[in-house]
């Protein structure tokens, strides 16, 4: 293959053709004879009667044969970029019924966070609820459940947990486990210890959850960029046009930065790329666009704008016109045929695993942020990477069930986190913000949309017009701000 590959390159410069290093690279990373073959053959039909016979790599990707094109992806991405998909869980979801669903869905996070804990040494010492004798010879006891309900009452507090065999409530006096009871998440799972008072009175003793270990992340070895956005809010009067074509312009400009930008490989949005229609009452006044597909074509003509050597990641948040409850399936090509005729789109559903150069990514819009952080005492919109870090401990996405984020009922718990993320990002609270946990960088992105009448209402002030840029061999992140 080298020796053929030689062979090619010197035929081009016989016949007058000069090769940037660029598309000399790319021509070197290509392993397929019958593809190679097809675009030189064309670089040189179509380039015969040029004075400058000059050839760029963009002139060998366009080439492509277009009814190889997709299949011939593949090749391409291998190249510049190494985007696998893990796990999609709103692509074919199979969701169950009423009543019914929402106990198998229970039965299922239950059964799946015991599966899980299953190869941690002290899972054997976990007891069924319903085998717990009320004997109080003060022997610790350790149970496992959800948290069904959480009752204060001074500075107490009563917490109800489920698991298959029945329900237990525990009594928490000590102020500091009552402290970290706080933080627990309704209709999450916990691990506790307790003890059984002379009265039968079951007494907490310790509270855990789930929680993710430390570990270090597998990083790429040479510095690889992605840019993780959302929010963009296309369609809406408040959409920060100028900031994003100023963003455009930055990452088109060769003679700036040119040492980040060569290495940029990745660009995620993780939902709500345009502001949609029907979303709340009276959205029609806020809109430019009352149309989606409009919205979506625009979104497309500023995508077209991005080197097509970056691999764009799509998937929809709430504005987007696909089910609001989670895992929301990729939003469909009737919406944004012109985003699926591009061969560096990937429309993925919400949450979903991908591994971005060998890095492990969790990406999910994060609507169950409100609940977490209406739910949590001290918690607040410009510290959600602290929420994101409560949904890394519970090991979910969106525990709590029947608040403002809504989850299908189903025989499989999909939203459980069970792969440990390298990165996690999320966008949907319209601020910036970032934290490191036990190894992982937890990421979200801020928004495209400057502040509209009902954040203004909610006291919500937006970051908007910055983009991070993280580096995918050690995940620092750079922000680069658009703001004008
Ligand atoms: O969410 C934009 C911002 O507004 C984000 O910070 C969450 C907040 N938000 C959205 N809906 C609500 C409700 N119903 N109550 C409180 N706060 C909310 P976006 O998804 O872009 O509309
Ligand atoms: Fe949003
Ligand atoms: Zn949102």
């Known amino acids: 293959m ?112 015991m599966k899980l804990l299953s190869t941690r040494p002290d899972f054997y010492s976990i007891e069924n609820i319903n085998s717990l004798s009320k004997s109080s010879n003060k022997k610790i006891r350790k149970t496992a459940g959800l ?6 009452q001074n500075d107490k507090m009563i917490i109800s947990i489920d698991d298959d065999t029945g329900m237990l409530d525990v009594l928490v006096l000590d102020k500091n486990i009552v402290k970290k009871a706080n933080n627990v998440l309704l209709d999450s799972f916990i691990i506790i210890e307790l003890i059984f008072s002379k009265d039968g009175t079951a007494i907490l003793k310790s509270i855990n959850l789930p929680d993710i270990p430390e570990h270090k992340p597998i990083l790429c070895k040479e510095p690889v960029y992605a840019i993780f956005t959302s929010d963009l809010h296309i369609g809406s009067k408040n959409f920060l046009y100028n900031e994003f074509i100023s963003f455009i312009n930055w990452l088109n400009d060769k003679n700036s930065e040119s040492e980040i930008k060569n290495k940029i490989k990745y660009f995620v949005i993780a939902g709500d ?63 944004a045929s012109k985003l699926y005729n591009m061969n560096n789109v990937t429309m993925l559903g919400n949450p979903v695993y991908v591994r971005l150069h060998g890095v492990n990514i969790l990406i999910y819009h994060g609507r169950s942020l409100d609940d977490v952080i209406s739910s949590i005492p001290g918690f607040s919109y410009n ?72 954040q203004d209402k909610m006291g919500i002030v937006p970051d908007t017009g910055i983009m991070p840029i993280v580096n995918l061999s050690t995940l620092d992140i750079i922000t680069k701000n658009f703001k004008i």
């Open 383 to 454: 510290r959600s990477a602290l929420a994101m870090k409560l949904l890394l401990k519970s090991r979910h996405l969106s525990p709590i069930y029947g608040a403002r984020s809504s989850v299908l009922p189903s025989i499989n718990d999909e939203l459980i986190i069970s792969d440990v993320p390298d990165i996690f990002h999320s966008g949907h609270v319209h601020m910036l913000d970032s934290d490191n946990y036990r190894g992982t960088l937890i990421l979200n992105s801020g928004s495209w949309q400057s502040q509209t009448s009902f």
């Open 147 to 152: 948290v069904m309900e959480k009752q204060i």
């Open 2 to 113: 080298i020796i053929y590959k030689i062979s090619i390159v010197k035929e081009l410069l016989d016949n007058g053709f000069q090769l940037d290093p660029e598309a000399f690279e790319l021509i070197k990373n290509i392993d397929n004879k019958e593809i190679l073959e097809i675009i030189i053959t064309k670089i040189i039909k179509n380039k015969e009667n040029e004075l400058i016979k000059n050839i760029s790599k963009k002139d060998i990707i366009n080439l492509l044969p277009s009814s190889n094109k997709n299949k011939n992806k593949k090749n391409i991405i291998e190249i510049n970029s190494m985007l696998e998909v893990i796990k999609d869980p709103g692509n074919n979801f199979i969701s169950s019924e009423g009543l019914e669903g929402f106990k198998e869905l229970f039965v299922s996070r239950y059964n799946k966070f």
């Open 273 to 335: 790329a345009v502001d949609g229609i029907g979303v709340y009452p009276g959205q029609e006044d806020e809109l430019i666009d009352t149309n989606v597909n409009d919205q979506y074509s625009k979104l497309a003509d500023l995508l077209k704008l991005i080197p097509n050597t970056i691999e764009i990641l799509i998937i929809p948040g709430n504005h987007d016109p696909v089910r609001q409850a989670l895992p929301q399936p990729p939003i469909p090509k009737k919406y």
